[in-house]
Each structure stands twice: as structure tokens, then as C-alpha cells.
């Protein structure tokens, strides 16, 4: 699904370190004593802008960032800071103004420079490791294992992604052996062991029931001087199938889309919405994390797919407009739904004749738009005597353009309303030019 695999890594890694990317291969830092020994400064501090140029004469529009900085917790610095900034195949950490940082750098041809590969990240959240770091400095290190429980939701704001929730007043063990410690998360998710003799512990939360999925949960983690246990959780309220009318699963990554709504409104925006994608292996779908609320489920409605009968754009249960949907309600017990495609709409023919300049037949052609589905379905040449026929579906909203572009007089018509009920034969008068080509 959409939201799964980067919100359960994001959740379950919101204090851990950037990941290496593809083109740059390297080794995890390990903890803040084992890091800094390959770093020559150490510090926190504000990226008060990007400059452009770079040391790197392959790239010469690479930033610099430019830093105020706060403090310094390992090595000495002189003069003004200035690391370049990466984009993520450089192996250099990548920085955005006006904001904070924890960065562990080294001295590279006679400048800073911060790898992806090093601890280098945001500072939001790393308080832990920073006390750690000025204990370190002081000569006096208690060792700790920090983490954070959280749970991620969707965005809907029409945007992909999910945020992070802090779930607070979870309890937490630290087991290694007969050595069994205890905390509790505070209100921003956060917990902390201290004073833990260097080895491998057992890090477990008391989770409430409903989460279907969880990361990081009774995992191993290994203590140093300091240690990450970080655990994300995730709800699935909302999940299902999609068939086609017949009854077979749809296997195509079809997207479904959930409008949050307020149901005296029932008025779907594109700035409340959120979407998933049906697994093309076995036809089913889920909205992770979705957050409590009253939605509309539509099915192919808000990006044009390619026209398919089988395929008719719907609302749940199987309405071909959101007022007459269904409201499904989100935030008890998991909900799922079958969709189903409604049946292939019988067709229709349109017939008639396009009348140009002068009261004259002309050749030419017509487009049928689709009013709900919002673009053109069918299109179709007329004869010399501008005659045409295009075919539509029952059950739909249309109108019918005709234009001759290419003729002596280039002129269309206005948008017709057509009844794909009425048999009377169409009459489209071109009575406006052509758009002028760009």
C-alpha cells in the first residue's frame, strides 16, 4: 500500500540516522562514543542559509550551508562554519536552512565536511545523545538507551506521507538477563534507561490493542555508552477488496481515494483527501493509519483513467455521484468493504449531422465528454454530408462538441447537453472559431 512501508520506517525510526543512499555505500555509525572517534568536531548549530558553489568542481551549482553555531561538544573550531550540503548520492549529509542540527564532521582537504554515514542529522529529539556527548567531554559518561513510541497517520491534505503522533504513558522494559528496567513515555512519546551496564537488551512496550502494525517492538538493541530503541505502531482502519461486476478481483493498480468530509456538507475536496492503490496481486487495499472521521471512498474518480465500460468511475457503494455516496465512519472497529464495480452501462448511439458556415454540412468530428468523469470518452468522424454517430453508455451525463478544424473555416461548436435516453437525432451548429495552436 501507499503509506506502509515509509510511515512503519519513519515511525519506527524518528530519532534514528539517515539511511545511506544507493550510491553510497557504507557502514552504520554505531553509538555517539564509537562515532566520534571518526569525527575531528562535533557540534550543534543553525544552518543560517544555503550559499551557492561547492568545493566539488563536478558540481558546480552545490550548496553550502552556512552555520551559526551553538555549541561544540567535540573538538575545536575557529573562524566561520561552512559544510557543503548533499543530495543524497554524494554521501554528504544534506542540510535546509533554519534549521537545527547535531552534526559529526571531519576535516576533508583542509574543510568540514559531514557524511551521510555519520550521525549527522536534525537535532529535534537527540537530547539524550547530546547529554551523552557533554558527558563525554566532561570525562564522565552514563551510559542510557532512549527511543520513542509513535504512531503514524495519514496526511489528508491531499499530499502523501503520514505524520507522527507521540503515544504517551506507555510502559517500556529493558531486559538483559535478570536485569529488568522499567520507564514510561512522556508526553511527547520519549522514554530513557540510565545507568545500564554495556550489553544487549530486550526493549518491549505495553502497546493498547488495535494496532495491526508495529515496528521496532521487542527488538534487541545493543548498549554502549548510548542506544536508539525506537518502536513505531499503525492502525489499519480501513481496508478491503475491489472486484470487478462479475465478481473477479481487480488486478490492475487501480487508486481509491478517501475524502474527509463533514456530513452536513458531504462536499469532497481535493484538499481533504488521501489515497491508496490496490495490490495487483490479489486485488486488495488499505488506508494505513487513516485518522478517525467521515469519509467518501470513491474508486477512479480523481485522476483520468483510461475509458474501460468495466471500469466506470464510482463512489461507495455504487453511486456515479458523491452525493449520493455513502458515508463510511472511521475510528472503532476496523472497517472493510467489498467494492465492486458496477455493471457495464449498456451503450447507446448518438447520431446527427454538423452544420457549418452557411447553413452547410461539413465534414469534421464530434467528442463526447463525460460531465462526471470530467474528459472526453468517445470521438467519431462525420461524411461529407456531415453526418456522424459516436457511441455512449446509459446512465451518464454528456455533452457533445463538434468542431472542423481542419476545413476551410475552422469552427467549432459549443458544449451540447445530450440525453443518452432521447433518440432524436442531433443537430450541432459550428457557430465559433477554433482555438488558435500555441
Not at 244 to 249: F, H, M, V
Amino acid at each position: 500500500m501507499k503509506t506502509l512501508a515509509l510511515a512503519l520506517a519513519t515511525a519506527a525510526a524518528s530519532l534514528a540516522l539517515p539511511a545511506a543512499a544507493s550510491a553510497c555505500s557504507c557502514a552504520m555509525p554505531g553509538d555517539p562514543c564509537a562515532a566520534i572517534e571518526n569525527a575531528d568536531v562535533v557540534f550543534i548549530g543553525r544552518v543560517v542559509d544555503l550559499q551557492p558553489g561547492s568545493r566539488d568542481p563536478a558540481n558546480p551549482r552545490h550548496p553550502m550551508a552556512r552555520f551559526a553555531v551553538a555549541e561544540v561538544l567535540h573538538g575545536s573550531i575557529t573562524g566561520p562554519v561552512v559544510l557543503p550540503s548533499g543530495n543524497g548520492g554524494n554521501c554528504l549529509a544534506s542540510f535546509a536552512a533554519g534549521r537545527d542540527y547535531l552534526v559529526y564532521a571531519r576535516i576533508v582537504g583542509g574543510s568540514l565536511e559531514a557524511s551521510l554515514c555519520s550521525r549527522t542529522s536534525e537535532l529535534a529529539g537527540r537530547q539524550h545523545e547530546v547529554d551523552v556527548l557533554r558527558e563525554r567531554r566532561r570525562g564522565v559518561t552514563v551510559p542510557r538507551l532512549a527511543g520513542r513510541i509513535t504512531e503514524s497517520r495519514q496526511r489528508v491534505d491531499g499530499t502523501p506521507g503520514s505524520d507522527l503522533l507521540p503515544l504517551p504513558r506507555i510502559a517500556v522494559t529493558a531486559r538483559r538477563g535478570p536485569d529488568v528496567r522499567r520507564a514510561v513515555s512522556d508526553a511527547d512519546g520519549y522514554f530513557v534507561f540510565r545507568n545500564l551496564a554495556p550489553g544487549d537488551y530486550r526493549v518491549t512496550a505495553d502497546l493498547p490493542p488495535g494496532y495491526e502494525r508495529v515496528a521496532g517492538n521487542d527488538a534487541v538493541v545493543r548498549v554502549a555508552c548510548y542506544a536508539d530503541a525506537n518502536i513505531g505502531v499503525m492502525r489499519l482502519p480501513l481496508h478491503g477488496t475491489l472486484a470487478l461486476a462479475d465478481g473477479s478481483r481487480e488486478l490492475n493498480a487501480v487508486t481509491i481515494h478517501a475524502y474527509a468530509i463533514d456530513p452536513a456538507t458531504r462536499a469532497p475536496s481535493p484538499g481533504r483527501m488521501t489515497f491508496t492503490y490496490v495490490n495487483h496481486l490479489d486485488g486488495t487495499w488499505s488506508f494505513d493509519g487513516l485518522p478517525p472521521g467521515d469519509y467518501l471512498i470513491a474508486v477512479g474518480t480523481h485522476f483520468k483513467p483510461r475509458w474501460d465500460a468495466k471500469r466506470m468511475p464510482f463512489w461507495y457503494p455504487a453511486a456515479a455521484r458523491p452525493e449520493d455516496a455513502a458515508i463510511v465512519r472511521v475510528g472503532g472497529p476496523a472497517v472493510r468493504l467489498a467494492l465492486r464495480y458496477p455493471d457495464p452501462p449498456r451503450e447507446v448511439q448518438f447520431a446527427g449531422v454538423i452544420i457549418g458556415p452557411g447553413d452547410r454540412p461539413v465534414e469534421g468530428g464530434v467528442l463526447l465528454h463525460d460531465v462526471d468523469a470530467g474528459h472526453g470518452v468517445a470521438n467519431a468522424s462525420a461524411d461529407a454530408r456531415g453526418r456522424f454517430r459516436v457511441r455512449g453508455w446509459e446512465g451518464r451525463r454528456y455533452t457533445i462538441t463538434g468542431y472542423d478544424c481542419n476545413g476551410r473555416v475552422a469552427a467549432m461548436s459549443d458544449a451540447l447537453p445530450v440525453d443518452p435516453a432521447a433518440a432524436a437525432s442531433l443537430r450541432i451548429v459550428l457557430t465559433r472559431p477554433c482555438p488558435t495552436p500555441k
